[in-house]
């Protein structure tokens, strides 16, 4: 459950373990910069028979942003984000400052650390 982050932007998963009976992964954001910062997220599932990371929910902008020097904690509803089921996953951002034009200006991307839902 290691806290990644890029350009003063930290994720982390709350816990490394979630069921599907809660249903919602809980991901804690802080915003370390003096502006305000938007996102897309990616879920990804890891397949292990082939070895590989599948898509589970395809890239789309994220419900709302985070205020300068800012921390939230943000679920993802499991019916919609892990509808693929019990299995290891994680969840690949983009972020962007917010800026008059939507999505312009690209501060980088990560992917959080793996976490499982049982």
Known sequence: ???RNVANIYVNPVKDNFALTEGAVT??????NAFGVESKIK?????DAKGVWETSCALQ????????????????RNSYFFKKGAGKYRVYYEFY???PVQFAIKLGALTTSVFNIK
């Open 61 to 76: 902008a994220s419900e709302g942003g985070l205020s300068p020097k800012s921390k939230i904690q943000e679920g993802l």
């Open 97 to 99: 400052k917010i800026s």
């Open 27 to 32: 991901l804690a954001i802080e915003n370390k």
């Open 1 to 3: 459950m290691a806290s």
């Open 43 to 47: 879920v990804e599932k890891f397949n």
